[in-house]
């Protein structure tokens, strides 16, 4: 199994880009794009019409050069809803703007990030659940928060975190992300981050991610009102793994994420049994799976929770046990 930074963590960045892709934005493939479902669901019994109807109304609310690139892109344009190829719908759109592709699909990034967050805080018409956001006034707005935890025969492989956030607070030197368990910290090598990890006494550890410039040779501040995205892997020390098998996968974010989704992946071994739990303290985790709580592993192994407006301090993941 490839443990690539970028391809191992399902964000909704990811699952947008997924749905420009083959024929569109279809049914058939929002099935395979949970984030996107979840945040389009009102209810179960929302049919596919009905949020398809609302994925429109959240791109509508864009600039309308966005928005018409963005319906020609996932097929929803009449000129587009029936071409099978991205490739030739951002031929179509470079044809109407006069434009080459190259320049379409630059363009085609910008809008999914503005998109991106029309959806996590559900800034446009048809939303089933609007978010209201008093970060937005200055300090560091987390639109996303992806965590995928790797577990290979019953003892911890890697931690995979993804952090989409805005800078509101000025020009900003580093962010810092807490952690209470030893590890070793290294951001993406195609990332703009350096990592600066200091111990707290007592209270684990403190990871100071400090920003780079273009050619990734020397710091530079964050940009006010502007996005980054954050990537890094967590690995054991040396030597580190712990001699008990592991039976717990949480997460205790230090700030409020407007969307959160963590993952745990069985390599090899798989639990008996493995229940999820959402905003628990660390004295009150379940410990046994009820009709309630019980989840099952997909086919790739993974059990996945994504949860709307979590703010931080307390716990949301998963706890397992090997044997009954």
């Not at 290294?186 to 981050?193: I, K, L, Q, T």
């Not at 040779?217 to 964050?222: H, L, S, V, Y």
Request: charged fraction near 25%; charge should be negative; aromatic fraction near 10%.
């Amino acid at each position: 199994m490839s443990l690539d930074d970028k391809d191992d963590i399902a964000t909704l960045h990811d699952q947008l880009a997924y749905l420009t892709k083959r024929e569109g934005f279809v049914q058939r493939r929002l099935t395979r794009a949970g984030i996107v479902d979840e945040l389009l669901r009102g209810s179960l019994e929302d049919s596919f019409e009905r949020l398809y109807h609302r994925f429109i109304s959240a791109i509508r609310t864009l600039p309308s050069e966005q928005a018409d690139l963005l319906l020609d892109v996932f097929a929803l344009s009449p000129d587009t809803q029936d071409v099978p190829k991205l490739l030739q719908r951002r031929q179509i759109h470079g044809d109407k703007i006069g434009r080459k592709i190259d320049t379409v699909r630059t363009r085609e990034t910008a809008a999914l990030k503005a998109l991106h967050s029309r959806l996590v805080t559900g800034r446009y018409a048809q939303a089933p659940l609007v978010l209201d956001v008093p970060e937005m006034h200055g300090g560091i707005v987390y639109e996303e928060v992806s965590v995928l935890i790797v577990i290979e025969n019953r003892h911890w492989k890697a931690t995979y975190e993804q952090h989409y956030f805005v800078n509101m607070a000025g020009e900003l030197d580093y962010v810092t992300i807490g952690r209470s368990y030893p590890g070793i910290v290294a951001p993406s090598s195609e990332g703009e981050f350096k990592v600066n990890t200091r111990p707290v006494d007592g209270a684990g550890w403190n990871d100071h991610f400090w920003h780079l410039n273009a050619e990734r040779t020397a710091t530079e501040p964050m940009k006010d009102w502007t996005r980054y995205d954050l990537c890094f892997r967590i690995t054991p020390l040396e030597g580190g793994n712990e001699p008990e098998p592991m039976t717990l996968a949480s997460r205790a974010l230090h700030h409020r994420s407007l969307l959160f989704t963590i993952r745990v992946k069985f390599v090899g071994e798989q639990p008996a049994s493995i229940w999820r739990f959402e905003g628990a303290s660390p004295f009150a985790l379940p410990h046994a799976a009820n009709e309630y709580n019980r989840v099952k592993l997909d086919s790739h192994s993974t059990a996945a929770l994504t949860l709307r407006d979590v703010h931080g301090g307390l716990f949301n993941g998963f706890a397992w046990i090997w044997d009954y």
